[in-house]
């Protein structure tokens, strides 16, 4: 899917106090086989001076949190990948990301959903603030940012003079009657910038046709509604819809005519639709028309304006891309049958079919296609269990071991990380990226290993790896500086 995201508004620079407490840290790792949580005392980390009994925040005379504290361990933690020196800050969602996402030469960006910069630090994640989410970056000798408006991510181009809007939809932004369009770049394979392929730019562009149910039906921008035409009938309500009642209406004919009425239950006509603007829907039931479509096309930059150019997918159906190797791997919908499949480029002109890789599937969810550390992965659903491949070029693919979370696996200087999917304070290390090691965070987050309401990101960048776990009411976030090889 083409996810859309919405730039949140983060608190100003945060001041961090200087209060350091000297936690001694020790801690046993478990191979993947070992017992469940909690259940072995191997997997307790001893603490000296108890971490434990120190506030998560600091607090002000006024008790309003105001700084993150911050916990540097004196003793490091053995690993197979050698030995971790954490640093503990405690915060919440208003002082530390949700994730820490790269480096940018001595500063670190950190986001609250992928692809979505808002935060930056600039003393290795100690203290955060507020960053723009868009950049300038130079592709095929043109200066480009990406700027979220209105909820929709929006391609500029930068002139001496300012911004100037790239429209994406040149060849059809004609909404059909009683339809709203909108358009905007995908976050793929570039966070909504052009990518170059084969000496020539190209964007992927998403255009929704929807009914403005928020204009017709909102309470508060939020709508929750229930249409019938004939024996058929459909549910629509925003994400935000919470406990708002619902609105039932009914599509009829116009007699005559190729519109469509939306009526209330009082039989007062509230909304029409044009059938013309079917096609462009791709349906030719108006209750499926209501549900809306969404379309994505790839487009080629001229020097002057993005075009069109033939793709192998499906345009009514999600599209995945994922640049890797020297080019761009796709999963979509083929144009013939319809079914899933994935395709590779090397200059956005010319698709190569890749195959699916292991076995095809028999029944059940397709795969999926998401981009990792210099890799593509694809989750594939047997009926035995879910296998996840690796490629690094995107037509070959590797197996990975059978370790929970291993799709969200980042690789470092000095080997690979992956936080535990499952509401639970681990995290797994490896040298190769084939053994994993099982090391328990419990002590260190503060978390009582039967409490199920966490989640917990992780990333290695060089030789730091960064832990984000986030509660409901905070975020802790661990800085575990590896001990190289000597």
Do not use: C, K
Not at 99 to 120: F, I, Y
Not at 208 to 235: K, T
Request: glycine share 10%; no cysteine.
């Amino acid at each position: 899917m083409i996810a859309r995201f919405g730039r949140a508004t983060i608190a100003a620079m945060l001041v961090i106090v200087a209060a350091i407490v000297a936690v001694t840290a020790s801690t046993a790792t478990t191979p993947e086989h070992a017992d469940p949580i909690g259940s072995s005392a191997s997997e307790t980390i001893a603490v000296g001076t108890s971490a434990a009994a120190l506030p998560p925040v600091d607090e002000a005379d006024n008790g309003e949190a105001t700084v993150n504290r911050v916990v540097r361990s004196d003793e490091a933690m053995a690993t197979s990948i050698g030995p971790i020196t954490w640093t503990r800050v405690d915060g919440d969602g208003s002082s530390l990301p949700r994730n820490v996402t790269r480096s940018v030469g001595s500063a670190l960006a950190g986001d609250e959903a992928e692809g979505q910069q808002v935060w930056r630090s600039l003393d290795g994640g100690i203290t955060w603030s507020a960053a723009d989410a868009s950049s300038e970056r130079r592709v095929a000798d043109a200066r480009w940012s990406v700027r979220d408006v209105d909820g929709r991510r929006l391609l500029f181009r930068v002139t001496d003079t300012g911004e100037v809007p790239v429209d994406v939809d040149a060849a059809g932004r004609a909404a059909p009657q009683g339809f709203r369009v909108t358009e905007e770049v995908a976050s793929d394979p570039a966070d909504g910038y052009p990518i170059m392929l084969g000496g020539r730019a190209f964007l992927l562009a998403v255009s929704d046709v929807r009914v403005p149910w928020d204009q017709i039906a909102g309470i508060g921008g939020a709508y929750r509604v229930n249409v019938a035409f004939g024996n058929e009938s459909i549910a629509l309500a925003s994400g935000d819809f919470h406990e708002l009642p619902v609105q039932r209406f009914t599509i009829r004919r116009v007699p005559h005519s190729r519109q469509f009425e939306l009526v209330d239950l009082d039989d007062s006509v509230v909304w029409t639709i044009d059938g013309v603007g079917l096609d462009r829907v791709g349906t030719s039931s108006p209750i499926w028309a209501i549900a809306g479509s969404t379309t994505t096309r790839w487009l080629m930059w001229d020097g002057d304006r993005f075009d069109p150019v033939a793709a192998p997918w499906s345009t009514a159906d999600p599209v995945d891309m994922v640049a890797v190797g020297n080019g761009v791997l796709v999963r979509g919908s083929s144009l013939d049958e319809r079914t899933t499949e994935f395709w590779f480029t090397t200059n956005g002109r010319d698709w190569d079919e890749i195959e699916t890789p292991g076995d095809a599937p028999s029944a059940g969810p397709g795969p999926t296609l998401r981009s990792g550390s210099n890799e593509a992965i694809v989750t594939v659903y047997r009926s035995g269990g879910v296998e996840h491949w690796s490629s690094p070029d995107g037509r070959t693919f590797e197996r990975l071991a059978d370790v929970p979370g291993i799709e969200n696996r980042s690789a470092g200087a000095l080997g690979w990380v992956a936080a535990d999917p499952r509401s639970s304070p681990r995290l797994r290390v490896s040298r190769d990226g084939e053994v994993w090691e099982s090391v328990d965070l419990a002590e260190l987050l503060h978390i009582d290993r039967s409490s199920w309401d966490l989640s917990i990101n992780a990333r290695m960048l060089g030789s730091t790896i960064y832990v984000v776990a986030e509660r409901p009411d905070s975020r802790v976030l661990l800085i575990g500086d590896i001990e190289p090889p000597r």
